[in-house]
């Protein structure tokens, strides 16, 4: 409801009636009351009742509207483990696969091919050659055609990753691994072998299937082969989107009984009519694993039991690491979810130990052991931890490390067109034309290689991993142009990449901040917009730093006339505009300072006034927030309760027992209940410093 009140804000058409009457629908909601107890309410009341908002009133009213959201003071948070939720079971089957001697024959030569052809390039194995050896742990015969292919054949493309860019080497296969291609033949596959045997089953029962692989190759070999077995398709990212959308239509309604697909079919399309997902091979990423269950274990599901069958062989270099680590982790019996960023971390490395020839066996199991111990005691701690704070504070301001030393913030809040500014003055000093409007609300900034190296930076400072920007660092490269979206219901909605704090070029932005090192004692600036009247004016700038837990960084400021007389608000809005765009210029006569004492002794008054209201007003929200937060904490301990209530109904009607287990959940919930309502009780009233920073001479011109 107030995202739908923001977004009247500049819409003429609107009036400040209406406006009112979607903000009084608050008085019907659950948190209303304490809402519209705040005490910036009636200031929020007298900006709605406009017809007509002034740029400057347009960011007043949004940044009162973000304090009073509910999802920027409390946020209730309910764990996916603690919903009852009767989602379906999912039954993993694992088929260990066995090579007959021509196979294994074959597997070791190729492995020793990649080997030498690591070593004549001079790059890790892991690095190079990962794509060959997963081609080959994935199917044999796919592996054997590109021995005995072009030399174009030799290293698969990596669909999950298209446009990375690895070396290439051209040394030929040797005689043994050709030898060795001719004597495995076209028709020697026990991995197939097995999974004829399971589609006809999932066929026989009607049941509609999913079966995921990561290259090209293995998905046209598999349809080959399959051909005369089940009704088949095929999707991958070289599909077209109106046949993929042909495809996904025919597959809902029964045309289809096997769908083959690689990672276009594991994110964003939904499978729920599907009872079997087949991972044909399995990738290194857990969150990608679980994006393929997810496509069919989803609302809608008419199944009770959903069946994952895995292919495993203990034969291959890889396979026999990641197995243990997903076993452990349990990705194919539930969702992983918030464990994802501790497991890929150590998964990074055992990749690199499945793929090395210079560790032995006994040393890998090592690694093996020890990454797995990792993931335990942080799975163990992440855990702990979301237990014991069920409630959580977000604040609505930004938070970038480095941001408020690098850039004065423009007003109290940054947002998106503030970020677009900040992206532009810092595209425009590497060369780029900069971004330019791309319709309402979108902006398309053109790239070029000085802004990929420093989005390339980000990375080397930790901020974003290599797969994040890989994309975005190959557009700048190209002098593409980065199309970035500047609302969040746009994004959310229609798709596409929105601009925010984390967004990699602001962060790259951030770390750049020679742009913004120029200092005047006496500026002038263009207002073109009309915002503020023209003329000679003495602003004081200060820094108001906001303890509790609100707290914040702002830059307030005031002006006054060379007269002494107050000068209209616009005045400051002018200037942070001005400073935000990197836009300012040297005054046209030399001023004074002399001539500033009096004018800005003024201006200190009233900002010594702005913060004892200010400071006043914060502690009346601190107050109706902490009211916010226990009545919030008393619906999740009720809702924690009702959960733990229906599971132990639930154990008894299945004789399970164990109902002293969940009476000792239901007394811990009640006691991290009390101990979150003494902690809010313990919190002192929010503080508000004002620290001046400089005064200005500003001339604002036409």
Excluded at 104 to 126: K, N, T
């Amino acid at each position: 409801m107030l995202h739908r009140l923001e977004r009247t804000l500049l819409d003429r058409e609107v009036t400040g009636a209406q406006r009112m009457e979607i903000l009084d629908e608050l008085k019907a909601m659950r948190f209303g009351a304490s809402l519209l107890s705040r005490p910036d309410v009636p200031a929020l009341r007298e900006l709605l009742a406009r017809d007509v908002l002034m740029p400057a009133e347009v960011v007043a009213a949004r940044r009162y509207l973000a304090d009073l959201n509910a999802l920027s003071s409390v946020i209730t948070r309910t764990r996916k483990a603690e919903i009852d939720d009767g989602k379906a079971v999912r039954q993993a089957d694992t088929l260990d696969v066995t090579w007959s001697d021509a196979e294994s024959v074959f597997y070791d030569e190729y492995v020793q091919w990649c080997v030498r052809r690591a070593d004549a390039i001079g790059m890790p194995v892991h690095f190079c050659m990962q794509m060959p050896l997963r081609l080959a742990s994935a199917c044999l015969q796919a592996a054997r055609a590109a021995v005995l292919g072009s030399a174009e054949d030799w290293t698969p493309r990596d669909e999950d990753d298209p446009d990375t860019e690895r070396p290439v080497s051209t040394l030929p296969p040797h005689r043994e691994l050709l030898e060795a291609a001719e004597r495995l033949g076209v028709e020697v596959d026990s991995k197939f072998d097995q999974l004829r045997t399971i589609v006809a089953d999932l066929v026989g029962q009607g049941k509609r299937t999913l079966l995921f692989t990561f290259s090209r190759p293995t998905l046209a070999y598999l349809r080959e082969r399959l051909a005369g077995e089940a009704r088949i398709a095929v999707l991958h990212g070289g599909v077209p989107h109106d046949e993929r959308n042909r495809i996904m239509a025919a597959f809902r309604a029964g045309d289809y009984d096997l769908v083959l697909a690689n990672r276009v079919a594991s994110e964003g399309l939904d499978f729920e009519f599907c009872s079997a997902v087949i991972n044909y091979d399995l990738p290194w990423n857990p969150m990608e694993i679980e994006q393929r269950i997810g496509r069919i274990d989803r609302i809608g599901q008419p199944e009770e039991k959903i069946r994952i069958v895995n292919f495993y062989n203990d034969e291959t270099i890889d396979e026999k690491i990641l197995r243990r680590v997903l076993d452990r982790i349990g990705v194919f019996e539930r969702a992983i979810g918030a464990l994802e960023p501790i497991i890929r971390a150590e998964l990074a490395t055992l990749e690199k130990v499945a793929f090395s020839f210079t560790l032995t066996p006994e040393e890998k199991e090592a690694e093996t052991d020890r990454s797995l111990t990792a993931i335990e005691a942080q799975t163990a701690e992440a855990e702990r931890l979301a237990g014991a704070a069920p409630d959580l504070l977000v604040s609505n301001d930004v938070d970038v490390s480095g941001l408020e030393q690098d850039l004065v913030r423009a007003g109290r809040y940054v947002g998106q067109h503030e970020l677009a500014h900040l992206v532009h003055d810092w595209a425009t000093t590497a060369g780029s034309p900069g971004a330019r409007p791309a319709g309402r609300d979108r902006i398309r900034l053109r790239g070029n290689g000085a802004l990929a190296e420093q989005v390339n930076q980000v990375v080397q400072r930790g901020l974003r991993s290599h797969n994040e920007v890989r994309q975005l660092v190959h557009d700048l490269r190209e002098e593409g142009d980065v199309e970035l979206l500047l609302d969040q219901e746009e994004a959310r909605t229609g798709g596409g990449t929105l601009l925010t704090a984390t967004h990699p070029l602001v962060l790259a932005a951030v770390h750049m901040p020679e742009h913004r090192q120029a200092r005047f004692a006496a500026v002038r600036v263009s207002d073109t917009e009309g915002s503020a009247p023209e003329g000679a004016y003495t602003v004081v700038l200060a820094q108001a730093d906001a303890t509790g837990d609100r707290g914040s960084r702002e830059i307030w400021g005031a002006a006054v006339g060379l007269t002494g007389r107050e000068a209209p608000a616009g005045v400051v809005d002018v200037l942070l505009a001005g400073l935000a765009r990197g836009d300012l210029q040297a005054a046209h006569r030399p001023v004074d300072a002399d001539d500033l004492e009096g004018p800005a002794e003024i201006a200190l008054e009233l900002l010594e006034q702005r913060h004892g209201t200010e400071r006043e007003r914060r502690i009346q929200e601190s107050v109706a927030l902490a009211d916010a937060r226990k009545v919030s904490l008393r619906e999740q301990l009720d809702r924690k309760l009702g959960v733990i209530d229906r599971r132990m109904q639930t154990a008894a009607q299945r004789g399970r027992g164990g109902r002293h287990l969940f009476e000792g959940q239901a007394r811990r919930a009640r006691e991290r209940h009390e101990e979150a309502l003494r902690v809010l009780d313990r919190t002192g009233p929010p503080d508000l410093r004002l620290n001046p920073l400089a005064t200005c001479y500003l001339e604002i011109v036409r």
